[in-house]
Structures are given as C-alpha cells and as structure tokens.
C-alpha cells in the first residue's frame, strides 16, 4: 500500500489541522477554494502528500492533461496536499487539500490520523459545503458538527441535525473525535439553484468562522471583493431568468413568512 510521503518534517507551534476535500463534501468548491486561499494568501509552504495510486478510480476522477498544439506540457494525477502556514504570532496552521477518495477509506482515514499523531496535533477543523433552499442575496449561513456542544456554543454555529450517508469528512471528523482531538466541522450552505463553481461567498463564511476557532490572521480583502463580484454576477443571471426570479420571490416569501 502507498501513503503518505512527507518531503520536510516542520517545527510547529501549537498546530492545528485545517482540511478540505473536492467532491460530495465541497458545493462550489467553496471548501478547497478556503484551504488553497488560505495557503497563499499566509505563504504555505507544501510538506507532503498522500499517494494517489490506492484511493482512486481513475475512470471516475482521471487524471488531467493539457496539450499545446500537439505537444504535451502538463500532466497531473489527482492529489492531496498538505501545507504549514502561520496562523498568527503564536500558533501554526496544517492545511490540508485534496479529493474525496473512491477507494479504502479505512486505510486513507489511518494516513491522516497518522500525520496527525506525528505533528502533534490536537485541534482539526474540517470545512465543507452543501446545496439548500438559501437565499442567493443573504449572508452564506456556516453550520456544524463538534465534539463538543459546548464548542459548538463557542463558535455561534448552527448545529447540525442529520441522519444519513456521511462523506469522508463525516468518516474523519468521527475518527478524530474518538482520538481525543478537538473538532470542528464546518459547512457553508449555498443556494442550489446557481451554478456558480468555485464561489467565493461560500469559501468567505468558511474563513471568517474558521478565524474565531483556529485564531487565524489572513488578508480577506481579495476574497471580500470575489464574493461581492460573484454576488453581482448571480443577481444579473437572477433577474434575467423570469423562471429563476419567480423561484427566489417564492423563497424569500417563505423565509418572510417563518
């Protein structure tokens, strides 16, 4: 079995692991969008990866090629990725990207549960978002999942209330709990009706939540400015569509009338 191969073991400061996973965890890409806006915007620097030969099927996520006038010039097999960045003065963040696996969950849940043994590290926040019945126009609503109410109370999430299949966030977020970690699972709901990929409002409400759990410093304005376009860009897209119109007055009388 192929796992993880780390290129540099760092020197962390209190840190805490911040992951996101491409596929039925991530509407939008708002919650991998989070982590790589993180690792830029706070210069990560990239430690290790998983190996992706177990954990895929390549009919179903294959990999990528590009080709300029009949010569190959990239090739790239699905990955995940893991980063250090500072958090702020005194603590470390582990940022984690990558897809959804297909194959032994089991065996690929051990890998992450290893790195996180190996760095010490106590406290995961693992991000994520959904499709709902929302309002395009209002502030992007962040749920959660803890382990703990009283980190829960903490945050000023809405809790979640679900029975049903789980994604490999759902898988982690339970592993790591029964290891003794801090948990925070956090989810931006964003409305189904648009198709807007990736969306900066989504990954926006993931960070400004993610910040008052981990403590993290990052400049949000280039993201601010994404998520004010993108919101001007679904409001034209809105009121050209009489039939899409119609749907959000139907919604926002729902939500006057609760």
């Known amino acids: 079995m192929t796992g993880l191969r780390v290129?540099?073991?760092?020197?962390?400061?209190a840190p805490t692991l911040?992951?996101?996973?491409?596929?039925?965890n991530d509407a939008g890409e708002a919650a991998t969008t989070a982590v790589r806006y993180i690792a830029k915007q706070n210069s990560g620097e990239r430690f290790a990866e998983l190996d992706c030969e177990d954990y895929y099927d390549f009919t179903v996520r294959r990999p990528r090629v590009e080709v300029d006038a009949g010569v190959y010039h990239r090739f790239e097999w699905p990955t995940n990725e893991f980063f250090h960045a500072p958090a702020n003065a005194e603590s470390d963040i582990v940022l984690g990207v990558g897809v959804e696996p297909h194959l032994r969950w089991r065996t690929f849940s051990d890998q992450i549960i290893g790195l996180v043994d190996d760095l010490g590290i106590h406290k995961v926040a693992l991000l994520g978002a959904y499709l709902a019945e929302v309002l395009y126009s209002r502030p992007v609503e962040v749920s959660g999942v803890a382990s703990s109410k009283e980190l829960l109370a903490k945050l000023a999430v809405q809790p979640t209330t679900?029975?049903?299949?789980?994604?490999?966030?759902?898988?982690?977020?339970h592993r790591l709990?029964?290891?003794?970690?801090?948990v925070a699972s956090l989810?931006?709901?964003l409305p189904h009706y648009v198709n807007v990929s990736p969306n900066p409002r989504g990954s926006l409400a993931l960070i400004e939540k993610l910040s008052e759990f981990v403590g993290l410093r990052v400049d949000l304005e280039p993201?601010?400015?994404a998520a004010a376009e993108c919101e001007e860009r679904v409001s034209a897209?809105?009121?050209?569509d009489p039939e899409l119109s119609e749907y959000v007055r139907q919604l926002k009388r729902r939500e006057f009338a609760q």
């Open 162 to 173: 679900y029975h049903g299949p789980t994604g490999m966030i759902g898988v982690l977020g």
């Open 237 to 240: 897209m809105v009121a050209g």
């Open 177 to 182: 709990r029964e290891r003794g970690c801090e």
């Open 187 to 189: 989810w931006a709901g």
């Open 223 to 225: 993201l601010r400015r």
């Open 18 to 24: 911040v992951l996101a996973l491409e596929g039925w």
């Open 7 to 13: 290129s540099a073991q760092p020197e962390l400061r």
